[in-house]
């Protein structure tokens, strides 16, 4: 049961450790990806006209809900005494920004802004020579991550046209799923900019995604180790104890040999035996480390875990040992099953 414990609570330990820490780097999007490319005012109108193809391009290769597409172009707007605030442009595809009057009515301009700051209903915008209202929303944590922004003025891409062609910088927001979807996604996007002779500046965790892949293979290894461990001390554990048994059992075995019982039966006796005790030792094990860990939930608590209440040990890791608890009880019958090869004579004489 102690050597069920130890094996028990180091892996849960393991597990645990391994769930929340990709809980935590999927909270802080480990598998976004953040691309910005700077159109000067020569390339602008021949980029501006790709985007939206581009933009389904990658919507279909990775789904509509994991990439977003934003520009900003190269002028701000001012608000209150020439406050300068930057300007986004939001398509079609930002249906976030839309209203169910889009379609009756023209695209509402936002001001967006992070927190509360007691605007009024509408809030009167410059941008360049032309005067026009604003109406205030909060900012889609989105922009205010990726861009850095707390306010921003955000304008349909429809009324922009004009001052896009003058050039602009493109992002792409991709937040993705897994490894390979990153490695793909950016060795397309950087094949595809390469092709098109445009340059596109890449902003990805690609490196600390491997980094935690070689520590996730070290602690499958560790945890491996732990396994053999505790199988080879459970073996020998086990192989000590049948041994004497066998000792102290040999005149009984061999008068139920001489009686007629097979020896196969004999074998299969001292494996259910064996097997029974270990089982019995690993569950009284599981129940007591479910006591300890939930008295101990608190605590883990404390340290920045989530608190789960009960056990997260996989059950690829349940299985393992259980196999390596056969495992030894299987090599445990080796005294037994030499002791009975002997001749009954022998033993009985």
């Known amino acids: 049961m102690l050597l069920g414990l130890l094996a028990t609570m180091i892996l849960t330990l393991y597990a645990e450790i391994e769930r929340e820490l990709k809980s935590q780097l999927e909270k802080n999007s480990i598998y976004r990806v953040f691309s910005s490319e700077v159109v000067p005012n020569n ?12 933009e389904q391009l990658w919507k279909q290769r990775y789904g509509d809900d994991k990439i977003t597409h934003i520009k900003q172009p190269l002028l701000s707007a001012f608000w209150k005494k020439d406050a300068s605030i930057p300007i ?21 301009i936002w001001f967006l802004s992070k927190g509360n700051l007691n605007l ?21 944590d989105w922009i205010s991550q990726n ?20 050039g602009f910088v493109n992002f792409t927001i991709a937040n993705l799923s897994s490894l390979e979807e990153v490695e793909d996604y950016i060795e397309q996007m950087s094949a595809y900019h390469d092709a098109e002779k445009r340059k ?64 196969i039966i004999l074998q299969l006796h001292a494996f259910f035996e064996n097997f029974l005790l270990v089982l019995l030792g690993l569950v009284s094990a599981s129940l007591l480390w479910r006591v300890m860990y939930r008295s101990g939930d608190a605590y883990l608590a404390d ?37 009975l090869r002997k001749p009954i004579g ?4």
Not at 120 to 140: F, G, K, Q, Y
Not at 147 to 166: C, G, H, N, T, W
């Open 88 to 108: 986004v442009v939001y398509g079609e595809s930002q249906a976030e920004f839309r209203t169910e009057q889009s379609l009756t009515e023209p695209a509402k």
């Open 43 to 54: 390339k602008a109108a021949t980029v501006l006209g790709r985007t939206h193809e581009e």
């Open 200 to 263: 596109i500046k890449i902003v990805s965790s690609l490196e600390i995604i491997h980094n935690l892949e070689k520590v996730t293979r070290f602690q499958q290894l560790a945890r491996a180790g732990v396994l053999i461990g505790c199988g080879v001390i459970l073996s020998c554990t086990l192989g000590s104890i049948s041994w004497l048994e066998y000792r102290q059992e040999s005149y009984l075995l061999a008068l139920l040999r001489s009686f007629g019982t097979p020896g």
């Open 303 to 339: 340290l920045g875990f989530e608190e789960t209440g009960s056990l997260a040990l996989p059950f690829y890791d349940t299985g393992i040992i259980l196999l390596a608890g056969t495992i030894g009880v299987l090599l445990a019958m080796i005294p037994t099953g030499i002791g």
């Open 120 to 140: 009024s209903s509408v809030e009167r915008i410059r941008v360049l020579d032309r005067n026009t209202v604003a109406h205030p929303r909060e900012m889609p």
């Open 346 to 349: 022998l033993i009985l004489q």
């Open 147 to 166: 861009l850095s922004m707390d306010r921003a003025i955000a304008i349909p891409q429809e009324f922009m046209e004009v001052y896009l062609k003058k």
